[in-house]
Nanobody, 119 residues
Framework: QVQLVESGGGLVQAGGSLRLSCAAS????????MGWYRQAPGKQRELVAD???????NYADSVKGRFTISRVNAMNTVYLQMNSLKTEDTAVYYC?????????????WGQGTQVTVSS
């Protein structure tokens, strides 16, 4: 039905930048909200940022001013530009999307991509 494929994770030094991408493919009628979550070892999953189909954004306090979420609707893709990275940002990052498809409305998740920020 639908797949979300993430890319862009890696190892970066504190103060550096990374750009994550998540592309949805399959039988898609409409994508509503899209977002990025992260989970660090021993911690609960947390919302990093989300963006509505109209472009309204929401950010966790910990990333405001450093991260930017965006989307290209024609490409069914959501991005997370991460600047001024801190060691505290180290986590597995997951994208998600609320999608209307051939089987109805469901929330889909990407496979996760590791972001490691070294001091």
């Amino acid at each position: 039905q639908v797949q979300l494929v993430e890319s862009g994770g890696g190892l970066v030094q504190a103060g550096g930048s990374l750009r994550l991408s998540c592309a949805a493919s399959g039988s898609i009628f409409r994508i509503n909200d899209m977002g990025w979550y992260r989970q660090a070892p021993g911690k609960q999953r947390e919302l990093v940022a989300d963006i509505s189909s109209g472009g309204s954004t929401n950010y966790a306090d910990s990333v405001k001013g450093r991260f930017t979420i965006s989307r290209v609707n024609a490409m069914n893709t959501v991005y997370l530009q991460m600047n001024s990275l801190k060691t505290e940002d180290t986590a597995v990052y997951y994208c998600n999307a609320e999608i209307y498809g051939s089987r109805g409305k469901y929330a889909y998740w990407g496979q996760g991509t590791q972001v490691t920020v070294s001091s």
